[in-house]
């Protein structure tokens, strides 16, 4: 039964993908070519890569918002190492974030685990630790020197085309980096045990104790997973921005929860699929997409925006009033039969 719901909001999800679509095709006909879609996949690649490891607490049944401060502390510390000492290599700087967002993940897992606290608590008081350390000892100052490599690594594509204009344009390495990362999360969670382990321990936490799973240790694996991918995320912000700005990130925590949630992931844990994840991620990059082709005013994006993750919101709790009821009603039957 979950599968099928699963299912049928990835399909609605699609089907509201493909009308918008249209829409802002009719509105501007610039929206549906392949310079503006690419664009489109390139720039929300940060929130893309993020989604992911959201989804991953999300079916954990926790939560984390402290992802944004992960990955501007890891980007921060790789900028600093790699404009300070001009090391002309693209793969250090790569490296440099990931073990950082892992171990602030794994401080994430641990409090989760120890303290009991909900989640959601933990990870706003770490978001606010992380940000704010990093905010006193930086005192705010952006970066912007970076050796040629990096540089140059932004405008690698996986292939060019030419606009009619003789513009270049083609699908940015950053969009690669989050199909890889959607991928490697599919493989995880659909045929690896600890996959299994993470659906069973968001789908009822006591149960998965009983049954002998180790439940630090799969706490402690989404928060470093997430961390991970946050670290990844910081470094493809710095690259797409070529420059880091240690306020540019923190205040996007919304826009990634709502993009899980809208592909059918659950706050209360148990349920979500990549699939899914993507089309959210999709539909939110598509609704500013087409706001900025249609030339609308600055503030109907947050109205846009708030109204969406309303809607994400009000469908997980219905999806999550459906399944208890449901559960009552194969418990009566059992009890009568």
């Known amino acids: 039964m979950k599968f099928q719901m699963r299912r049928q909001t990835e399909l609605y999800l699609l089907a509201i993908v493909v009308v918008l679509s249209i829409f802002l095709t009719v509105m501007n006909p610039k929206f549906l070519t392949l ?3 690419f664009d489109l996949l390139r ?17 954990s049944g926790g939560i ?9 502390v890891a980007q921060y510390i790789m900028g600093v190492i790699i404009s300070r000492t001009m090391v002309n290599s693209v793969l250090l700087a790569f490296l440099i974030p990931i073990p950082i967002g892992i171990a602030l993940g794994a401080i994430n897992g641990c409090l989760v ?13 770490t978001l606010n630790f992380y940000y704010g350390v990093l905010m006193f000892i930086s005192k705010g100052t952006w970066i912007y020197k970076f050796p040629p490599t990096f540089r140059e690594f932004a405008k690698l594509k996986l292939f060019t085309l030419m606009s009619s204009k ?26 690896l045990p600890i996959g299994r382990k ?43 921005n070529q420059m880091i700005q ?27 699929t990549v699939g899914g994840t993507f089309l959210g991620v999709l539909l939110i990059a ?52």
């Open 35 to 37: 310079e503006n879609l």
């Open 43 to 59: 720039n929300n690649s940060f929130l893309g890569i993020v989604a992911l490891g959201e989804l991953i607490v999300l079916i």
């Open 64 to 72: 984390d918002v402290s992802f944004t401060a992960t990955a501007t």
């Open 113 to 125: 685990y120890y303290t009991r606290v909900n989640p959601v608590i933990i990870t706003i008081s």
């Open 166 to 191: 003789g513009v270049p344009f083609g699908v940015s390495i950053f969009t690669l980096f989050w199909v890889i990362l959607g991928i490697i999360t599919f493989f995880l969670l659909k045929y």
């Open 198 to 240: 993470i659906y069973a321990v968001g789908g009822n936490l006591e149960a998965a104790r009983r049954a002998g799973f180790n439940i630090f240790r799969i706490q402690l694996f989404v928060y470093c997973y997430i961390g991970l991918l946050a670290g990844v995320a910081g470094f493809v912000h710095a690259e797409l």
């Open 246 to 272: 240690p306020n540019a990130i923190v205040g996007m925590e919304l826009d990634v929860i709502a993009a899980a949630i809208l592909g059918g992931a659950s706050v209360f844990g148990g349920v979500g």
């Open 286 to 337: 598509i609704v500013k997409n087409g706001l900025i082709l249609m030339k609308a005013s600055a503030y109907w994006h947050e109205v846009i925006m708030g109204s969406i993750i309303v809607l994400a919101a009000s469908i997980s709790a219905y999806q999550r009033k459906l399944q208890i009821r449901r559960e009552k009603g194969r418990f009566v039957e059992e009890q009568l039969f």
